[in-house]
């Protein structure tokens, strides 16, 4: 079972970049799938969440930023990050489980190799 996340990149302040996490050795349709993101010296934290059905969560501090979709078809997840800011330069995971907390990055047991995103000021 892989996660492969890409689509990180360096972006100015206000740009915008999709992340894409492509699921490969089982079917994931079922799952619930996140990203979460770490920066230097902080724990890693919830950002977004989407669940089989398509119902997203999101952490406060993207909401009406970002966007979370899957395409159960091609087993990936996307997160469109829209008017990005300095403070959301991290590297971006995803995840993957069957019924974790959402926001509870110990409670997934399948894990992306993250990808870098820097937001210059």
Same mark, same amino acid.
């Given at each position: ?10 972006? #100015? +302040?206000? %740009?915008?970049? @999709?992340?894409?996490? $492509? &699921?490969?050795?089982? =079917?994931? !349709? ?7 993101? #770490? +920066?230097? %010296?902080?724990? @890693?934290?919830?950002? $977004? &969440?989407?669940?089989? =059905?398509? !119902? ?13 979709? @899957? ?51």
């Amino acid at each position: 079972v892989q996660l492969q996340a890409s689509g990180g990149g360096l972006v #100015q +302040a206000g %740009g915008s970049l @999709r992340l894409s996490c $492509a &699921a490969s050795g089982r =079917t994931f !349709s079922t799952y619930l799938m996140a990203w979460f993101r #770490q +920066a230097p %010296g902080k724990e @890693r934290e919830f950002v $977004a &969440a989407i669940n089989w =059905t398509g !119902s997203p969560s999101y952490a406060d501090s993207v909401k009406g930023r970002f966007t979370i979709s @899957r395409d159960s078809a091609k087993n990936t997840v996307y997160l469109q990050m829209n008017s990005l800011k300095p403070e959301d330069t991290a590297v971006y995971y995803c995840a993957a489980d069957l019924a974790p907390t959402y926001y509870s990055a110990r409670t997934y047991d399948y894990w992306g190799q993250g990808t870098q995103v820097t937001v210059s000021s």
